[in-house]
């Protein structure tokens, strides 16, 4: 998700994955996947850079702990025969 403005001032955030283009037509226009037009007040490369970063951060996150149980440790992987 990304914080952008729109041109009235009210701040909202989008889904940048329903992003399909952006473009620079005096106002910077997002343009989503369903064909709907945003018209924001941030630039077409701030726009970018958000949705860049907001990428990033996806894919650095940790994952989610696990609800199976236990992850098996070393101590318990080795069996004796």
Known sequence: MIKLTRLDGEAF???AELIRYVERRGDTFVTLLNGERLAVIETMDEVVDRSIEYQQRKHFLPPM?????PAP????????P
Not at 73 to 80: I, R, Y
Request: aromatic residues 0%; charged residues 5%; hydrophobic residues 25%.
């Open 65 to 69: 702990p696990s609800t199976l149980g």
């Open 13 to 15: 955030v989008l889904n």
């Open 73 to 80: 440790t070393d101590s318990n992987l080795h069996t004796t």
